[in-house]
């Protein structure tokens, strides 16, 4: 079994490639660490790489990449995904400051790609815009939810943090609450990427600045239950659901089986468990209409 250690990048397609650079840079505050034609790669500004851009004739997630232990053999990784029935391949695709990747795709058709070796493309620079500290998750609407947590669990050791009914599922690889989520719908397709910031006050002046720059907020703030975090959203040019979030639970150890307590939990100890729809925030106002446009 796969055991990822953290998400590194997501790479997204985009028709207006100029656009989508401009949000990542100026508003997100992200750093441009190499550009070419038809794609860019942006980074935080601590240097680690956490977008990728590449153009195209729509806009979809089609990749994420996860690092594994150093000491990792691809070679026996990818014998473990052939067990499972999942075809891999070495690739040296230039990624920068990444080195050789073992990729393979998942049930739901979005290529996953592994890295033990990186580097960072600058440090501490100094950003306009957010400066979120890193990607903390990966929405997707999945039409078979089952399948898709079941290739998550069996093939890459994610484990389940919550359910929402049975139709949303909240997975960690870490100790983060969760790396990954999956929303029951008819097609695949992003349902939001997240990225966190560092406390309340980060997220409170990323909220000023939408403010400045008029982009509406169209969930929160609001603490939610699942993973506990105080988020807000909004969409990005090409419309995908962008979270902005910090205070995420934590589960530190697997054997106590537990999150890291905090105030705010209502159940003592707050372990994994299903939420009932419908009643799946501490406080805050409801989603608008806009968050649930598809």
């Not at 794609?39 to 994420?64: E, F, M, P």
């Not at 870490?174 to 560092?198: Q, R, S, W, Y």
């Not at 939990?265 to 806009?290: F, L």
Request: with cysteine; charged share 25%.
């Amino acid at each position: 079994m796969i055991r990822p250690r953290r998400i590194g990048h997501a790479t997204f397609e985009t028709p207006d490639l100029d656009q989508a650079v401009a949000y990542y840079d100026k508003f997100m505050g992200f750093i441009v660490a190499e550009r070419e034609k038809d794609r860019v790669y942006l980074a935080t500004k601590i240097g680690q790489l956490v977008i990728q851009l590449n153009k195209s004739d729509r806009a979809h997630c089609i990749k994420l990449s996860f690092e594994v232990a150093p000491n990792c053999d691809f070679g026996e990784l990818a014998r473990e995904l052939a067990k499972d029935g999942v075809r891999s391949e070495l690739r040296n695709d230039s990624i920068p400051g990444v080195g050789q990747v073992l990729s393979f795709d998942d049930d739901k058709g979005t290529t996953i790609e592994l890295f033990k070796e990186w580097s960072y493309l600058g440090k501490h620079e100094q950003v306009a815009g957010i400066g979120p500290l890193k990607l903390g998750h990966v929405a997707f609407f999945t039409p078979d939810i089952q399948r898709t947590v079941g290739f998550y669990e069996k093939v890459l050791g994610f484990r389940v943090s919550d359910w929402i009914g049975d139709f949303f599922c909240f997975m960690r690889c870490n100790p983060d609450h969760h790396t990954v989520n999956f929303f029951t719908g008819p097609d695949v397709k992003l349902h939001h990427i997240a990225f966190e910031l560092k406390d309340f006050i980060h997220l409170q002046n990323s909220c000023e600045l939408m403010g400045q720059k008029k982009v509406p907020i169209i969930w929160g703030p609001l603490r939610h239950g699942p993973g506990h975090n105080v988020a807000t959203y909004h969409r990005n040019p090409d419309e995908q659901v962008v979270e902005f979030f910090c205070e995420l639970d934590q589960m530190k150890d697997e054997e106590l089986g537990y999150f890291e307590p905090r105030p705010w939990h209502h159940d003592t100890p707050q372990r994994p468990k299903r939420w009932t729809p419908g009643q799946t925030s501490v406080w805050g106002p409801p989603p608008t209409p806009e968050f649930h446009r598809t």
